[in-house]
């Protein structure tokens, strides 16, 4: 199982937010570049970078600092960015600029014809974002919940042909709280894609426990804040994750 950590960029600043509110951002490191690489040198084998104005903006506002990161790091280990995707446009550019994976979320739900075209233009790197409470999807930054059953919109997803699905508990991310393990083993059964585990992530546990239910289909988890505020050494949880695997 794969421990990827996570990017999330405000303002060109790596920050942290907690349930997805702008205004309650905790900033990490000026320079994002240089914390990718940070992440890399300790054995990081993929980023996950999200622009978070982009979300919010329906755009994105970070590029420069993306286009830095992927300098710093993109030749050593994929990328997968997210935040403000919403065109097929927009996906070329970033995929030109060396990223390696394309995180659709809001547009997935509101525009599943421009998934469908996505997945069929660029096969093999289209990975959605399901932002969820309570089983319902989140969109426009979290800031709309909607009536989608999580499950059976995953299900749409995967028909389409993407690559795998983020699985994000909105309740729980940023609060180090621990990853919601029943809902995204209910999630992985019902599914032939990979899931990534997103949204509480904490200690060394959490890792034990993702990767008791790796076999489900549950193939990587996002580490966020915890790796930030030094409750979970990201070196450890990597090492952690490999031990399981070989068990």
């Known amino acids: 199982m ?4 996570a990017i ?7 920050v942290r937010l907690k349930q ?98 996505a997945c069929s233009a660029f096969p093999g790197q289209i990975i959605v974002g399901l932002d969820a409470k309570d089983g319902k999807v989140a969109v426009d930054g979290w800031s709309k919940l909607t009536g989608h059953d999580v499950i ?18 909105i309740g729980r991310d940023g609060m180090l709280s621990g990853i919601n393990i029943e809902a995204t083993v209910k999630l992985a059964q019902a599914l032939r894609i990979p899931v990534i585990a997103s949204g509480g992530l904490s200690n060394l546990d959490d890792i034990k426990q993702l990767c008791a239910v790796e076999f489900e289909g549950i193939t990587a988890a996002i580490a966020g804040r915890a790796i930030y505020d030094g409750s979970l050494d990201f070196a450890a949880a990597q090492a952690e994750a490999d031990r399981s695997t070989l068990r």
């Open 152 to 169: 059976d919109l995953a299900k749409k997803c995967q028909d389409y042909g993407v690559e795998g699905i983020i699985y994000t508990d």
């Open 8 to 14: 999330d960029l405000k303002d060109g600043q790596c």
């Open 20 to 117: 997805g509110l702008m205004d309650d951002a905790t900033v990490f490191a000026n320079a994002p570049s240089e914390q990718a690489a940070l992440w890399v040198a300790q054995g990081a084998r993929r980023l996950h970078v999200v622009d978070l104005n982009g979300a919010f903006a329906g755009k994105p506002k970070n590029e420069r600092a993306i286009k830095e990161i992927v300098a710093a790091v993109g030749g050593e280990i994929p990328i997968q960015l997210g935040g403000g995707i919403r065109d097929l446009d927009t996906i070329e550019r970033c995929l030109d600029n060396g990223v390696s994976y394309v995180i659709i979320g809001t547009a997935a739900v509101k525009n599943p014809g421009f998934l469908h075209d």
């Open 2 to 5: 794969l421990i990827i950590p």
